[in-house]
């Protein structure tokens, strides 16, 4: 049960939306401000392909495996502390990113970095939903959320590329500190400090296997090591052995017998395999084979991200009337319809068939995000709701990092036929989710989830 916090003043709560709001916009510029600058740090740093792919996949890894952890301390440890303590390392992490004179060292402050983001946005997210009690005040604080990520998502490229450009691609880690700093002092003055009244218990166990499983499986994508694979299962089955054993399970198995909930995961990781895929090759292949710069890398990124700006908060509503299946339907079909447009993508290919198709693909990552949500907490207990949320959010990040280790694993028109696959993957099961049967999978495991586990197990 969330502990909310009542009596602030509108202006009170203006700010601590706008504070909380800060953590998402350097959160969400990072992913395509790093993107726009991997050409630049593989020419400074003489880094090979797999290191460029860590220097995304160890940040987005760190994120899905610590965000679930860092919502449950801070609420049991309190989320203005937790809030606090995540921009610091957030901005150290950024500070040592922009002194690293080696890709390694990049790398691990990378890791940092991650360490620090992890107890932002879930954290920021508990917050607005403490402090802004009412129903339509929440619902428009939640809104404002969503829009930030369409606007980060939409500025990211220019504003990286005119750094890069300026200042080299250390300023894109620069960006981050001022903005910390305010968020830091406003977080301090005005934002209040609350816990939950039944803290979530602690799985280190289980914690620790599914850090196994996620660093293994991506370290044998971009590595070549196949063989890591066994360590990739036997982590898996450890980690299903023990979460259905363990009394506060890290992610309770139960959630996955909701054919909704279980679509929703694979739709968040087959979706952002996608976007991770797209923004990671594409950089490369504008600024390496058409030696764009990385302002007018940015500037052609400019469509995508417009295209999700507009959509995103259509799809909202469309799910809100009609329901998530026409969203999933649209994303998949405008998705894989970008993707095989990428199959053919070559050195001489005109940018205005480049601009269309990352429109397209703008358009239908823009249609998918809001379904997810909605899908995954979809009949769900109203104490288990944020559970499952943080469990969609988490398969975002991992399809993230699974897109950009296929890049490595998979090369040209093989790479993109397998995000088509993946688009199919949307497509199909957004049918499939919004059936009786699916319905009834969703009925049957409610009553289930509402059984109590002990708040401190663990």
Request: glycine share 10%.
């Amino acid at each position: 049960m969330l502990t909310t916090v009542d009596g602030l003043t509108a202006r009170r709560k203006t700010i601590v939306l706008i504070t909380c709001c800060m953590s998402l916009l350097i959160s969400s510029m990072d992913a395509t401000i790093v993107n726009v600058a991997l050409p630049t740090i593989q020419n400074d740093l003489g880094a090979p392909l797999s290191k460029l792919q860590w220097i995304v996949d160890v940040y987005t890894l760190t994120l899905a495996s610590l965000l679930m952890l860092s919502g449950a301390t801070a609420d049991r440890f309190g989320r203005k502390r937790m809030f606090r303590i995540g921009l610091l390392i957030f901005a150290g992490g950024s500070l040592l990113c922009s002194l690293a004179p080696t890709i390694e060292v990049l790398i691990g402050a990378r890791f940092v970095q991650a360490i620090g983001g992890s107890m932002l946005n879930p954290v920021a997210m508990s917050i607005i939903t403490t402090v802004f009690t009412g129903r339509v005040e929440r619902a428009r604080a939640v809104g404002v959320w969503g829009a930030v990520v369409g606007i980060s998502t939409a500025i990211g490229p220019l504003v990286g590329g005119g750094l890069i450009d300026a200042l080299g691609w250390q300023s894109v880690f620069w960006i981050n500190l001022p903005i910390v700093a305010v968020a830091f002092v406003l977080t301090t003055i005005y934002v209040p400090e609350s816990k939950s009244a039944n803290a979530r218990g602690i799985d280190p166990i289980g914690q620790v296997l599914a850090i196994a499983i996620l660093f293994t499986l991506v370290f044998g994508l971009i590595e070549g090591t196949p063989l890591i694979f066994v360590l990739t299962a036997a982590a898996l089955a450890g980690f299903i052995r023990h979460e259905s054993r363990h009394p506060s399970p890290f992610i309770d198995l139960r959630f996955f017998r909701s054919f909704p909930f279980s679509s929703a995961t694979v739709i968040a990781v087959c979706a952002f395999a996608g976007l991770g895929a797209f923004l990671f090759d594409v950089s490369l292949y504008l600024q390496g084979t058409r030696h764009f710069s990385a302002t007018h890398t940015g500037l052609l990124y400019l469509p995508m991200a417009l295209a999700m700006l507009v959509f995103s908060p259509i799809s909202g509503r469309m799910v809100g009337r009609y329901g998530t299946r026409p969203s999933l339907l649209v994303a998949g079909v405008f998705m894989g319809v970008a993707a095989i447009g990428l199959t053919r993508l070559a050195p001489e290919t005109p940018l205005w068939q480049l601009i269309i198709v990352f429109a397209i693909f703008g358009v239908g990552f823009g249609m998918v995000n809001a379904p997810i949500t909605t899908t995954a907490v979809s009949g769900m207990p109203l104490d288990r709701a944020g559970a499952a949320s943080a469990v969609a959010s988490t398969s975002r990040q991992v399809g993230v990092s699974l897109g950009v280790a296929l890049c490595g694993a998979l090369s040209g028109a093989g790479l993109w036929w397998t995000i088509t696959g993946f688009a199919a993957a949307v497509l199909a099961l957004g049918v499939a989710a919004n059936t009786d049967w699916s319905y009834r999978t969703r009925d049957r495991v409610a009553p289930l989830l509402e059984q109590k586990v002990p708040a401190n197990a663990g």
